[in-house]
């Protein structure tokens, strides 16, 4: 009994190391941080190890290697051991029960052994466990992983050895191995995976938005979400109380910048708190220069993430935007710089139109202030202009010209025209699509 007892659990043994090992490398490679991080919390250690192991690509490429040289080796020992032993088992009964020679008889056992034992390592050593792995990435991961520790110990010299014979070989073919940070996902890699998953329902079109903003958000610079100097509601540093108190009651803002003689010279920034603070403090007594605080200037080159870091280092809202020559280019907000994730932020004081609005399956109003950029994202089309970041600048660059009011321009087969203007500037813009681009927005 023990003749047919001991092979068959080494056999299962074989079997079961193979398919060990197997749910390790899927489940490690398929287990979510966020549920690890959630164990790990909780105190469970073997969660803590899995998620040392997720963060540091070293200790990720060894966990990795020790689950593929197990299979190797439990692979090669089930075929080189099993096949021998369960081939005798098989070839006594069939030379008796049959006339077969002993040749005929041993490769009919043979392959009878071989189909045998891969029926059973791959269903039980690769398939179920990793069907396990994939379903149960996390809960595998934590259950396996003292086992695997052990292993990577064992096999610590031989995957060492393997991993740097495995480098060698990518060197003398010209692929020099990947460093640790060229493993993390890139920006284009995370935008598909979120894009995947919106269309999985795991996200909303919202939420895909602002993930998507956010990936931009390093990408553009002050200059290209600034209020324009055109459109930037100042005070001059000899208003009164009363002119300082009318502008606060017609303007929705909360801040303002202060200028002395024109508005490249800004000398300070006034909050409307500050102002009533003041008169509430000293009546009859109004000093402008009491009330302003000093101004944070920055250029209009400025990354949106460097600003962010700005403004919280300063601990201001609002900042004036410097040109190249020194020169006020406009002003940009906290508010600016969360609504280019979040989208357009309208509060009950907001009079103004939304930067881009449907009429039709062929007709858009947008202000001229919408960066082209967006306006090429809202069509799903390639737009862009060699001398201008807006809409409204578009129009100018194309007319080389100050527009007025009915004035066109075709450009990427679409038609603009001028609705308003505010002194120099387009502020209301047409734009007419052609059929072909008109019926792909309408999808």
């Known amino acids: 009994m023990s003749e047919i007892l001991f092979p068959l659990a080494v056999v299962a043994l074989l079997i079961l190391l193979n398919g060990l090992f197997v749910a390790a490398e899927f489940g490690i490679a398929s287990a979510p ?34 689950a593929q040289i197990g299979i190797t080796i439990a692979s090669l020992g089930l075929g080189m051991y099993g096949e021998h032993t369960v081939a005798e088992w098989i070839v006594h009964p069939l030379e008796e029960v049959s006339s077969l020679s002993s040749t005929a008889a041993h490769a009919i056992a043979t392959i009878l052994a071989v189909g045998l034992l891969t029926y059973l390592h791959v269903v039980f050593g690769e398939m179920a466990p990793k069907s396990l792995a994939l379903q149960h990435p996390v809960e595998t ?97 000899t208003a009164d109380e009363r002119e300082v108190l009318e502008t606060l009651t017609r ?129 799903g089309l390639e737009i862009e202009h060699p001398e201008a970041e807006t809409v409204g600048g578009l129009i100018m660059a194309e007319l080389g010209a100050v527009p007025s009011t009915g004035d066109q321009v075709r450009y990427a087969n679409m038609i603009f025209t001028v609705e308003q203007m505010q002194g120099m500037a387009v502020t209301s813009v047409l734009v007419e699509l052609p059929p072909k681009e008109a019926e792909g927005d309408k999808r």
């Open 33 to 66: 941080r966020t549920r690890l991080q959630q164990y790990a919390e909780e105190g469970v250690a073997a969660a803590r190890r899995a998620l040392d192991i997720l963060r540091t690509p070293r200790k990720l490429n060894r966990y990795i290697s020790t």
């Open 141 to 237: 991961t934590i259950r396996i992983e003292r086992p695997m520790a052990i292993s990577e110990r064992l096999f610590l010299p031989l995957t060492v050895f393997l991993n740097w014979a495995g480098d060698m070989i990518l060197r003398l073919i010209g692929l020099p191995p990947v460093s640790p940070a060229e493993r993390l996902a890139s920006s284009a890699e995370l935008a598909y995976i979120v894009e995947e998953s919106t269309a999985r329902g795991l996200l909303d079109q919202t939420e895909q938005t602002y993930i998507e903003n956010i990936f931009d958000f390093h990408e553009r610079t002050v200059a290209q979400v600034m209020t324009p100097r055109s459109r930037m509601v100042a005070i001059p540093i």
């Open 251 to 379: 303007q929705p803002h909360s801040r303002y910048p202060v200028y002395e003689g024109d508005r490249d010279h800004i000398v300070g920034v006034l909050h409307a708190k500050d102002v009533a603070r003041h008169i509430v403090n000293l009546p009859g007594a109004f000093d402008l220069r009491a009330c302003m605080r000093p101004p944070l200037f920055v250029p209009e080159t400025l990354s949106l993430e460097a600003m962010l870091q700005r403004f919280r280092r300063e601990h201001v809202q609002i900042a004036i935007v410097l040109d190249e020559f020194g020169g006020t280019a406009g002003l940009v907000t906290m508010e600016d710089l969360v609504e280019e994730i979040v989208g357009e932020i309208q509060d009950e004081f907001d009079v103004e139109p939304a930067p881009l609005e449907v009429l039709d399956a062929r007709h858009l109003r947008v202000r001229g202030d919408l960066l082209v950029e967006e306006l090429a994202q809202h069509l």
